[in-house]
């Protein structure tokens, strides 16, 4: 009997040690993240009353398509994420529970992460420029790209900046507009080569593309199975690797061929 209860002993503190733990996780800050769909814009429109993306130095066309750049919200680097705000998010499909290292790669505070997004967004659209020009045989030197998109942080509206600028100067370079009067979503990072990169949150961000009219969406090849997973019915995903792949896809799109899925 001494021994039966010399366990029961042991059993209630292992219980009250558990129930205490649980307890300090439960009201413990979390290395977490929580994100939701956040905005969209469209890169061939205007903000505050001037064009997202403005050409000197070459004619451009009129567009009707959309091409929208698509976003995440997330709690800040210094916000206190607890256990039940993560558990609630786990289970919903329009929130994500995500390392807070993954969101916020460099910086402890919100004016130090938006220092850094600014500065990885001049850089992108520097490349997204510079990869335009490239894809088009147009010199930097006669050609000057204006952006200014100051809501779309960090360097994931690359490709949607390259696609936005070819389809100003040259539309699907048969006469037509490379959207095909298509609203189409997207994200990617570029680079001056006109390779493609993911970016995350693209469960998120496909869910945005859908909430504000887009019927297509291009991902970048390796968050393929990531944005299949939880496709908004009626979105149609199209894997990119690169842009001229991008505008291929786009222009195959437009025409009303097959091109390539998830």
């Given at each position: 009997m001494a021994g039966v209860s010399s366990r029961g002993r042991v059993l209630t503190v292992c219980s009250v040690l558990v129930v205490a733990l649980l307890a300090v996780a439960a009201f413990a800050p979390l290395p977490f993240s929580l994100a939701q769909p956040g905005s969209t814009a469209d890169v061939l429109g205007s903000r505050r009353g001037e064009q997202v993306i403005t050409v000197k130095g070459a004619d451009t066309r009129k567009t009707t398509g959309q091409l929208r750049a698509t976003t995440i919200v997330a709690t800040g680097p210094d916000a206190d994420v607890r256990l039940g705000d993560v558990i609630d998010s786990w289970f919903r499909t329009d929130r994500a529970v995500m390392p807070r290292d993954s969101v916020y790669p460099v910086g402890n505070t919100t004016a130090e992460v938006e220092k850094h997004n600014f500065a990885d967004m001049r850089k992108s659209q520097d490349a997204a420029t510079e990869a335009a020009l490239r894809y088009l045989h147009r010199s930097s030197k006669d050609v000057k790209v204006t952006l200014d998109l100051a809501r779309i942080g960090g360097p994931s509206a690359g490709l949607l900046f390259t696609l936005g600028i070819i389809?100003?100067?040259?539309?699907?370079?048969?006469?037509?507009?490379?959207?095909?009067?298509?609203?189409?979503?997207?994200?990617?990072?570029?680079?001056?080569?006109?390779?493609?990169?993911?970016?995350?949150?693209?469960?998120?961000?496909?869910?945005?593309?859908?909430?504000?009219?887009?019927?297509?969406?291009?991902?970048?090849?390796?968050?393929?199975?990531?944005?299949?997973?939880?496709r908004p019915d009626g979105l149609q995903l199209i894997p990119v690797t690169t842009l001229k792949d991008s505008v291929s896809s786009l222009r195959a799109l437009a025409a009303g061929s097959s091109v390539p899925t998830c």
């Open positions: 389809d100003k100067i040259d539309g699907d370079g048969r006469g037509g507009e490379l959207t095909g009067g298509r609203t189409i979503a997207g994200t990617g990072t570029i680079e001056p080569d006109g390779t493609v990169g993911p970016v995350g949150g693209v469960q998120l961000k496909t869910q945005a593309a859908k909430r504000d009219g887009a019927t297509v969406f291009l991902v970048p090849k390796g968050e393929c199975k990531e944005a299949e997973a939880v």
